[in-house]
């Protein structure tokens, strides 16, 4: 019987072949030159500008460098740089750890609760009105110099778009999906971790991007307001000696540090929801 | 215990349901004997979905008594029967086994265990190597495949099917009447099935309950036990056949 039950015709839709070397291999090269090729030269070409300006004015250094000099600070600096770089990275990379665990958790709980989630909603929403990087200076005077005020306020600024995005992303779920699932003996809990869960993955990721570039502004006003160490500290020290290029120099690693972080969420995002559609990236 | 009712795997009787001033069902009566497959044929937006939801405890009647059975309650109803939706409702994150096999996991089983069940039905039902294929790399015939596996793989004695082929084009659609006729008479279950196809309704069932325009009323009752080890076309255009679909067309009064 195995037999007359096979399709009669193999109905397996077209699945793109694996691109050959040669002619496809151009193709997929003028593919990427033409999706990375016009921001790189927009970068390229607004650098170039700036450094043709700072020199045709004459600007001097200690008001605004060239980039030929922030590069060339960058190097002769990277014994102060480099240590400043990797507290900061380490209160971004925790910061947003522990954002990332904590959203997602009460996301799912207020999901879970919805007569929690109308009393905390409001609260979360109302909370945003808070400019958080003034809670800085309390968070130093409770918790110290150390590592512990920039953690927290760097998970503050990082929480938000989590909580809000899982929240709706786990509220979005096709309805007919969850009665298919009732259908098929589905616990509440089976639901949430085989459909809904799933479900809000992309939607969970795109808040993490967001706090991906929002980290490093919660970790320099951590250090701002009160820190011996970090790229906060660093470009902080640097303003009343007029080492304006060391502060453009701890800029271009902050943005380095974003990017970075960004990039990761992209990848695991890639590694942990392979059926997104792609193209935003 | 051998009584006339216990044969019966569904019962109804009055079913009446409304959706706010809409009025779905009115008085809807149907008996589906153990094992044995009947199709509701009815005008779109006649309240056929809304009969397989009652059936499934997915809603309860307004008035009426619905039961699976020995069950009454939704709860019970719903934990006697598998719906298999009208759209696929496959889950991209999911392999084409692990969609099929996950009523097993919401059961309990691990996924290992799971997969083991699912994959000799895999086989058995013309979805060999397309085990991993994710379901946006299926066509929609092997899709509805997968999906009235994952029906099936919930091992309920009651199987609802909500026009199954609905929206596949008139090609796919034979050759699944044709795969599903053979799927069913493979696994002996209970099936009932909504379509607004008449043709597909005598084709798949050995009873085709005619419904009216919305609210829906049962307006006749066609035995269509006819069949025969005949291919669907010899099927389709036997004299036989084709005086039921009058039949059937009359009652439904176009």
Redesign the interface.
């Known amino acids: 019987m195995s037999d007359v039950m096979r399709p009669a015709v193999d109905e397996r839709a077209e699945i793109p072949e694996p691109a050959p070397s040669g002619p496809a291999g151009a193709h997929r090269v003028r593919s990427r030159v033409s999706r990375y090729g016009p921001p790189v030269l927009l970068i390229l070409g607004g650098i170039g500008l700036w450094e043709l300006i700072v020199r045709l004015a004459h600007v001097p250094e200690y008001l605004f460098p060239a980039p030929s000099e922030i590069a060339a600070d960058m190097k002769t600096d990277w014994p102060v740089l480099e240590p400043a770089l990797l507290v900061t990275l380490r209160e971004i990379v925790l910061g947003f750890a522990i954002a990332a665990a904590a959203g997602v958790g009460l996301a799912v709980l207020l999901h879970l609760f919805p007569v929690v989630r109308r009393a905390v909603y409001p609260l979360l929403i109302g909370s945003q009105t808070v400019p958080i990087i003034v809670l800085a200076p309390i968070l130093v005077i409770l918790l110290g110099y150390g590592i512990l005020p920039k953690l927290v306020i760097v998970a503050l600024i990082c929480f938000f778009p989590i909580v809000v995005n899982g929240i709706d992303g786990l509220r979005s779920v096709d309805g007919e999906l969850i009665t298919m699932m009732r259908t098929l003996d589905a616990s509440r809990w089976a639901i949430l971790r085989r459909v809904e869960f799933p479900a809000a993955l992309p939607s969970i990721f795109s808040g993490m991007r967001i706090a991906a570039t929002f980290a490093s502004i919660g970790a320099v006003f951590g250090e701002w307001s009160g820190s011996n160490q970090g790229l906060g500290y660093v470009m902080l020290a640097a303003t009343p000696n007029l080492l304006t290029t060391r502060i453009f120099a701890a800029i271009v690693c902050l943005t380095a540090i974003a990017l970075v972080l960004f990039g990761a969420v992209s990848l695991l995002e890639r590694i942990f929801v392979p059926w997104a559609p792609r193209g935003y990236r | 215990m051998a009584g006339a009712a216990d044969a019966l795997a569904i019962e109804a009787h009055g079913v009446t349901k409304s959706f706010g001033r809409v009025a779905a069902l009115a008085g809807v009566g149907l008996s589906v004997a153990r094992h044995s497959r009947v199709a509701i044929v009815g005008p779109s937006g006649g309240g056929k979905t809304t009969i397989l939801r009652i059936v ?1 405890g ?1 809603l309860d009647p307004d008035a009426g008594l619905v039961r699976v059975a020995e069950a009454t309650s939704a709860p019970q109803r ?2 006697r ?3 298999m ?1 009208q ?1 696929d ?1 496959l ?3 999911r392999t084409a086994l692990d969609n099929a096999a ?2 097993l ?3 309990g089983l691990s996924r290992a265990e799971a997969r083991d069940r699912t994959r000799p039905l895999f ?4 979805l ?1 190597s ?1 085990e991993k ?2 379901p ?4 929609g ?2 899709r509805q495949r997968v999906s009235f596996l ?2 099936l793989m ?1 091992d309920k004695d009651v199987l609802l099917l909500d026009e199954p082929f609905g929206a596949l084009d008139s090609i ?1 659609r034979a ?1 699944m009447q044709e ?1 599903l006729l ?2 069913m008479d ?1 696994v002996p279950r209970t099936v009932l099935l909504v379509t607004h196809d008449v043709e597909e309704a005598l084709l798949l069932s050995r009873r085709v309950v005619v419904l009216s325009q919305r609210p829906g009323r049962v307006v006749a009752v066609l035995d269509a036990d006819h069949r025969g080890g005949r291919s669907r076309r010899e099927v389709v255009t036997s004299p036989e056949f084709v005086t039921l679909k009058e039949q059937a067309l009359e009652a439904l009064g176009s």
């Open positions: 499934a997915l719903l934990a029967c598998a719906l939706p759209r409702l889950l991209p994150w996950i009523a996991e919401n059961q086989e058995r039902f013309g060999a397309f294929a994710r946006g790399e299926l066509s015939g092997m994952r029906t919930a796919t050759q795969w053979k799927a493979a």
